[in-house]
């Protein structure tokens, strides 16, 4: 049987939650034994993948970017997991929802700031354009597992991801997939 395809992504959050990823040190070795990592910001793959049987999404909603993103990796992942407060509730990312609308932060943060050149990034298409609101990853797909934390615990990824594979070849997912 051929592994499960393995791929995290990272939306709106400050890639803490990959660094802890990255805390599982030997683990991961083992992890690379039991999966194909097909996608993820420490690989150097440019497009989501097809057929991806586990994704880990770290971050929230919070441009149209991520939008497009988030429903790529449904439409190509049987299993997507929140990882981590900001994917599970906005957390951190979320801070600017009771500001109001973006465009009076960037604004401020940029047109009304003295120490900057008065560009609002997102105008000049530097950056994609901000939601109205951060959104939590189940308000815009549907999400199969969470994974609290800010950030979850090295051990604790470890574990959802040791459960998330023997759920996962239990059902014998990536023969199902490849069949469809
Ligand atoms: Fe960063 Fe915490 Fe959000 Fe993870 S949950 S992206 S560590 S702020």
């Known amino acids: 049987m051929s592994k499960p395809r393995f791929a995290s992504v990272w939306l709106g959050g400050c890639s ?19 999966v194909d990592v097909v996608y993820s910001p420490i690989v150097d793959v440019k497009e989501f993948p097809e057929n991806v049987d586990i994704t880990l999404v770290e971050g929230a909603v919070a441009n149209e970017d991520n939008v497009e993103v988030a429903r790529i990796v449904r439409e190509h992942s049987r299993v997507v997991a929140a990882f981590g407060d900001c994917a599970v509730s906005t ?36 950056v994609p354009p901000l939601l109205p609101k951060v959104l939590p990853l189940h308000k815009v797909i549907s999400v199969d597992f969470y994974m609290p934390g800010c950030p979850p615990s090295a051990a604790e990824i470890q574990r959802a991801i040791e459960t998330l594979l023997s759920d996962d070849l239990r059902h014998g997912v990536t023969e199902d997939i490849r069949r469809g």
């Open 91 to 126: 957390n951190v990312t979320g801070m600017r929802n009771p500001l109001g609308d973006p465009s009076t932060i960037l604004e401020r943060v940029y047109v009304d700031s003295p120490d900057r050149d008065q560009v609002i990034p997102e105008a000049a298409g530097i």
């Open 16 to 34: 803490g939650c990959h660094m802890s990823f990255l805390d599982m040190d030997e683990w991961l070795f083992e992890l690379a034994e039991l």
